[in-house]
């Protein structure tokens, strides 16, 4: 989920045309056929307006590709959000997925924002590289389960990257976050009811962060739903979760 505060235009200003330009670069060992790059305007903690995306074919890393992105700002938030990920898996965009690489401008744990007034070049920025890894345990009856990277050191906020989607127990890996510290959560439903999970505490009181440098690659970030209770809910509360 990606949340910034939002303006529209003031009233009486003319839309135009703006581009954003610049270069995504990658000096990983992930390889993918297509890079995408677009242009978000967030509008909420789940809903995004895709403006504009282009796909490159980047080659083999490492790779350093040139962008330009036109949109039409009208009625757009006045700091938009530049993002990009290296197709890994062949899933396109309707796919994201914990093996593509995915970052954003200008390269660091939190978004930066660009203004739409105007256009802009020289918008240039890396993608991540630092990985995490471990497995997930469902409880009797679960049937998925999303993994959230928070930077803030509740797993309440701060949740920049696309959730990681699991339909069954196993291994699971990231190949794609930015150096910083994390906050790993993951909420499922069970038949019985809603369960949450986080890295070094299964109750989410007092979880264990994870510090990543550039290329770093943390394992045995587990994430066990078996040992923690359910919160009961009711059937409307589920069909609100999944209309």
């Given at each position: ?42 509008t ?8 504009a ?94 993994i ?9 906020g ?78 409307g ?7």
């Amino acid at each position: 989920a990606i949340v910034l505060s939002l303006l529209l235009l003031p009233s009486g200003v003319e839309a135009e045309t703006i581009t954003y330009s610049g270069t995504v670069s990658y000096d990983g060992v992930h390889m993918g056929d297509s890079l995408y790059v677009a242009v978000i305007d967030t509008t909420g903690v789940d809903d995004v307006d895709l403006l504009a995306i282009q796909s490159y074919a980047p080659g083999a890393p490492p790779f350093s590709v040139g962008y330009s992105l036109d949109f039409d700002n009208e009625e757009v938030g006045s700091s938009l959000i530049i993002a990009s990920f290296l197709d890994v898996d062949g899933g396109g965009i309707e796919m994201l997925t914990g093996s593509d690489v995915f970052g954003w401008y200008a390269g660091t744990v939190t978004p930066t924002g660009v203004s739409s007034s105007g256009s802009q070049s020289g918008l240039d920025f890396d993608l991540p590289r630092a990985e995490i890894r471990g497995t997930v345990t469902f409880a009797p009856g679960q049937e998925w389960a999303d993994i959230e990277f928070h930077t803030d050191a509740s797993c309440l906020g701060n949740e920049f990257r696309p959730t990681l989607e699991l339909t069954s127990s196993g291994e699971y890996e990231v190949q794609g976050l930015y150096a910083g510290t994390y906050c790993v959560r993951a909420d499922g439903e069970a038949k019985q009811g809603s369960v949450e999970v986080c890295f070094g505490d299964p109750n989410c009181e007092t979880p264990t962060l994870i510090t990543l440098g550039d290329t770093d690659i943390q394992t045995g970030v587990d994430l066990d739903f078996s040992v923690v209770g359910t919160e009961k809910i009711s059937w409307g509360g589920i069909k609100n979760r999944h209309p």
